[in-house]
DNA sequence: AATAGGTCCAACCGCTCGCGG
DNA sequence: TCCGCGAGCGGTTGGACCTAT
């Protein structure tokens, strides 16, 4: 195996390029291409080595470079496409055009990776990691305290005990969920798929407040921003999904619209199913029963009562399967 | 206003791959 | 088939910039 000789060697410029230097490295490119790149510095005047210029050109001058901030999309790709391809920048990057390997491996390091650890999700396996879940009791708990304070400055004792109460039984439902949750993920194989539920609820339990589950009685979940994309595309939510944001839908299977509105869902075992309506989650073992939803047009909808995709592959948020068809969220 | 710590990103380093002689 | 070379890739670094105290 050879190796490039480094630049030091020949007593080549290194560190950050001038103007002039992309200038003259740019203008070579452009009459010439770059052919050779262990010629071109010689060709292009460069006191640089090939591969300085090679790079600089293909991270930074190269005409079709899209800069700037990530969009959602472009976000949402690199975190699929990383669950499959692991650190395999540049293929990452065939997918996104305009972006380069070396950005977007900059990008992955500086905010992906942090903001799946900050949601308990392991960046390399992308499944939720156990370590945060084993202290999600404590979390609650912590929570649960902050609540009791500031129940304590404006409510009677009395008052204080029923209501702790409620709140202590639908904890108990938000730790018999997370159980479900990390079910999920140790026995599906679809590592991508465990983000969204590992988002669902690390968002929910991390970092929505114990006075909403209070309020609600339910464990409030969304379709989060509507989309035009088919809802059996993976989409990770990377904010706090609104409860209220009600959304249409298409089947593919005759292309009848419904609405869903009040998306709320409840741990199994809850009275308040509505049979007529009751969707499952998939790939949960005991999916949790989403309730409260009204379809304006239900046609083939409400002549099911539940609705899974077989217990297979992705069961990513918002995804939601019904036999063999798949809705498109049209709103 | 000063400064320490954190963040970001362009560029470098060293390894592997693939091609050609 | 082997070997040398160039190109490409992923990991790491250093310094500029930002933010909190």
Redesign the pocket.
Known sequence: ????????ENGL?????TPEEDQKLVHHIKQHG???????PRLAGLN?????C???W???LKPDIK?GKFSQDEEQTILHLHSI?????????THLPGR????I???W???LK?KLIQMGIDPMTHQPRTDIFASLPQLIALASLRDLVEISTTHPLDEHAVRLQAEAAQLAKLQYLQILVQSAATTSNNSYSQNGIADMEASNLLNSSVPHIKENHVLPFSLGNATSQPLHHPTLLSHLPDPQVPFSFQTSLNGETGHCSNFTMVSPGDNQTDNSSSWLLPSLTLPPTVTETSLSNPGDASSTTSYNNNGAASPYWPELYFEDSVMHDIS
């Open positions: 195996m050879g190796r490039s000789p480094c630049c030091d410029k290194k560190g950050p390029w770059h052919g050779s790149w262990r010629a071109l640089r080595c090939g591969k300085s090679r790079l600089r293909t991270n930074y800069r391809l692991g650190n395999k920048w540049s293929a990452i990057a380069t390997d070396n950005e491996k900059n990008f390091n500086t905010h942090k």
